[in-house]
């Protein structure tokens, strides 16, 4: 992850530390040379830009270049707006509602949805609720057999599904029967396809509507760069997602989706996924990803 990105950055930072005080051509050089680390691991070229200045803004300011440490300010700073750009303060789901809290997951085919949603079911099971999952996507029959399969492998039960049936029925029903017993927490599974679809945005919006989600999870392939950003872009305008989970980081050496979703959606980033068993899913914490990246 962020593999090329975080050496490149080093370098850069490696040079502005050893000319000892910095002045403004250093300066310039050396965020010219973060612009285009930043380009080559794909970041939005907006987001580029707007982060570039910031940082410029800030470094060219008297309290680094009168510094006894330049180079290490400028690090700094580099560091806190990286920090911004991966979402800031880090959010969890929000769990404030009363019991069930109700999870939509929405995204393309083949982003990792059912699989997330298993994962997101195994760790609401460790925050001690007891998770019902739903398959909504009656396109494609496997998807249902899929997530009943994931839901037996964690021993949870899962709304019996199937393929004629309508799937905002589907998750209203499932959400009433969850009431019923008492379940804590709804995870629908809705249907992707390769594209984006309006069929398929409508049905998205009628479960919205319906079901009244607490949180409305986009799910994305972080291997697919900016598409990934472009297709939140879309999800979010029609449904207002309330984040994101970027599945297959571990494969993703350059970041760019992952350096850009935040500050084009404004939605933040609440997990990645990091391979396919159910355990591959962690909290994303900006803080620590930034580190990493600068480390
Ligand atoms: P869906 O069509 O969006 O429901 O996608 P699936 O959940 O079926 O996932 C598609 C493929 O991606 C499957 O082979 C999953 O095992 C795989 N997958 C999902 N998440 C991850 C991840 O974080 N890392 C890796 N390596 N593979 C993943």
Known sequence: MFDSLSERLNSVFKKLKGHGR????????GMREVRLALLEADVNYKVVKDFTQRVKERALGQEVLKSLTPGQQVVKIVKEELEELLGGEQQGLDLKAKPPVVIMMVGLQGSGKTTSAGKLALHLKGLKYSPYLVPADVYRPAAID???????????PAYPSTSSDNPVDICMRALEEARQKAYTAVIFDTAGRLHIDETLMQELVSIKEKCSP??????ADAMTGQDAVTVAQRFNDLLDITG???????????GGAALSIKSITNKPIKFVGTGEKLTDLEVF?????ASRILG
């Open 22 to 29: 910095l002045d403004e051509q250093n300066i310039q050089a």
């Open 146 to 156: 899929q997530l009943h399969k994931l839901a037996g492998d964690l021993n949870m």
């Open 214 to 219: 607490h949180e409305i999870l986009f799910v």
């Open 244 to 254: 994101v989970v970027l599945t297959k980081m571990e494969g993703d050496a350059r």
């Open 285 to 289: 914490h900006p803080d620590r990803v």
